[in-house]
């Protein structure tokens, strides 16, 4: 008998699969989970439920898009309604779709209707709570963007509302459903690298982060992200994806921020950083830092794991595991022992170099794009009444590493961070 907690937690990855033969997916889940949640995940795997499922999407923009194409590969699916207030993206939906999806100009006409099995909302962050809560008090299952909700008392909102509706929410932390990332996080959890103590996280571009703007009218319509009015920034829109992995590897939210960031190269009219810092605190003295920039893109998107045993780097399309040499002590050679001058040469400089060499790559034996297994895994629960894995807790939690970095980086001190709901 499987408990249903177990049976849920692994899903995602199975439903993402469903293409895959049933052995090659016992292979691929034999790497993700324990033997149960393989079952169960196997099982998930042979339903072929392909039941029509009407969704509607609040701010079919960029990301909006991008989850459609995602949402239309899940057997049954079909996006029947569209809310925006900038007129262009119906018609861009419709490409996408290859059909006529219906408009409204106001989010409360989508809402309304009777019709929709669950709702996406994809619009700036500084909208995320005024969308959402309505969508959830309206009755509908959300699939919600990240980060969850501007300020930490939306976000609490939001889970209430999801819980006193009894809906399903699903925050687009899609990497949770990445089934390297999977693997090598439950090889971590099995001890692979020792004592986790630090996380490294990067994510640095070499672009303006600018969108072209048809009419200066329209600048903070489509350039929102470099606003505060809309936006938190770095930190919300790419430093949440790395904040939530720390999150699920330590197995808690931080206490505390502290946070910098500044326009240093980009000057152009922007509000928000191009550049952040930010160093979360976690209970045991644990720290996961996280910095990005946009004018050098050297060290890309990644993310670094270290225990005392070893480390693990992960990436948009890979992880990889190092592990560490044995600890040898650092003796000083008895004859520069003797002198009074000890240089750095004397400690063998190459003890101390970084190890260069190429890992153990992490195998899974299927890549599965992340937003690809996302949806799935969300059409899935709402058909089941699953709970999903990027459910409202993990939105919330990535909202208490988000939010506190930015108020830390504006006060200049360091933020005490609330329990995690
Ligand atoms: N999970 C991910 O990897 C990922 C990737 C990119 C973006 N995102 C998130 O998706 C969200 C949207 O980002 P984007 O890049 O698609 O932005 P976007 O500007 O391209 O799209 C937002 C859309 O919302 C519309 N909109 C604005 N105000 C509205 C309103 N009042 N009512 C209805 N529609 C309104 C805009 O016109 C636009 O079409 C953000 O929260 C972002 O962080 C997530």
Not at 168 to 173: A, L, S, Y
Not at 191 to 207: L, P
Not at 330 to 352: D, L, N, R
Request: proline share 5%; charged share 20%; net charge neutral.
């Amino acid at each position: 008998m499987i408990d249903r907690r177990e049976f849920v937690r692994g899903i995602s990855a199975a439903v993402a699969a469903t293409t895959l033969t049933t052995d090659s997916l016992a292979q691929a889940f034999a790497q993700t989970t324990s033997k149960t949640e393989a079952e169960a995940e196997r099982q998930i795997a042979r339903t072929t439920d392909s039941s029509p499922f009407r969704i509607g999407i609040i701010g079919p923009g960029s990301r909006g898009k991008e989850l459609v194409r995602n949402f239309l590969r899940v057997p049954g699916v079909k996006i029947v309604a569209a809310a925006d207030v900038y007129q262009p993206r119906f018609a861009e939906l419709n490409a996408v779709c290859g059909y006529e999806v219906e408009p409204h100009s106001d989010f409360r006409q989508l809402l309304d209707r009777k019709d929709l099995d669950a709702v996406i909302v994809s619009t700036p962050l500084g909208l995320h709570a005024s969308h959402v809560i309505p969508a959830l008090e309206s009755g509908h299952h959300v699939y919600g963007e990240k980060a969850m909700a501007y300020h930490l008392e939306d976000a609490r909102k939001i889970v209430e509302a999801t819980k006193a509706n009894k809906r399903i929410f699903q925050i687009g932390h899609q990497y949770r459903y990445s089934p390297w990332i999977r693997a090598a996080v439950a090889r971590v959890k099995q001890g692979e690298i020792g004592q986790v103590t630090h996380i490294m996280a990067y994510w640095n571009r070499n672009n303006n982060w600018r969108r072209p703007v048809p009419d200066p009218s329209l600048e903070r319509l489509i350039n929102w992200r470099l606003y505060n009015e809309w936006s938190l920034g770095l930190f919300a829109e790419l430093g949440s994806h790395h904040m939530d992995i720390a999150n699920w590897i330590l197995d808690a939210t931080p206490t505390s921020a502290i946070a910098s960031g500044s326009v240093c190269y980009w000057h152009d009219g922007r509000e928000t950083d191009d550049n952040v810092q930010s160093v979360l605190s976690y209970p045991g003295g644990r720290r996961c830092i996280f910095t990005s920039m946009t004018n050098n893109a050297k060290m890309g998107d990644q993310l670094w794991v270290y225990g005392d045993k070893g480390s693990l780097n992960l990436t948009l399309m890979d992880a990889t595991f190092f592990y560490e040499p044995k600890h040898k002590a650092h003796v000083v050679p008895t004859k520069a022992a003797g002198k009074a001058v000890v240089t750095s040469a004397s400690y063998q400089p190459a003890g101390e170099m970084p190890y260069r060499g190429p890992g153990k790559p992490v195998e899974v034996t299927t890549a599965e794009d992340p937003t690809t297994a996302a949806t799935r895994a969300f059409v899935y629960c709402v058909r089941t009444g699953a709970d999903p894995i990027s459910n409202v807790h993990v939105g919330y939690g990535s909202d208490l590493c988000v939010i506190p970095s930015n108020e830390s980086r504006h006060t200049g001190r360091e933020v005490q961070i609330p329990a995690a709901i």
